[in-house]
């Protein structure tokens, strides 16, 4: 069996969760600037060199991995450690199940088309 994990997380958590996936030997994933809303209690203005910003949009990155069953529980979490600032906004982690995938240059099937390095048998 398959999972996706979606995570979203702040900007500036990024780069150490993408290096702390790398530790655990998850190098192959997805990833894109998030716009979204959250539930923030607080809604506060601050100004920045002139610029009035509003703390309720916190710039996010969403990521994506599809991984073995073996690999999510430590996946998870590696991202929610690394992701970690103790506020509020700090993101989301979903865990997905995945009917098929299909590695399109070897034409590998299931587990192994996202077989990698990092995962054990």
Avoid at 83 to 97: K, R
């Amino acid at each position: 069996m398959m999972k996706k994990i979606e995570a979203i997380v702040r900007t500036s958590k990024f780069e150490d969760v993408k290096t702390e996936l790398k530790k655990i030997g998850i190098d192959f994933f997805s990833y894109w600037e998030a716009s979204g809303i959250g539930n923030e209690l607080t809604r506060e203005h601050h100004s920045y060199r002139g610029t009035i910003y509003d703390t309720q949009y916190i710039p996010r990155i969403l990521i994506s991995i599809v991984l073995r069953d073996i690999n999510v529980s430590k996946t998870i979490t590696c991202i929610e450690k690394a992701a970690f600032t103790g506020e509020v906004g700090d993101g989301m982690i979903f865990s997905y199940n995945i009917e098929e995938s299909v590695r399109i240059s070897n034409g590998a099937r299931g587990e192994a088309s996202t077989a990698g390095p990092g995962d054990k048998s």
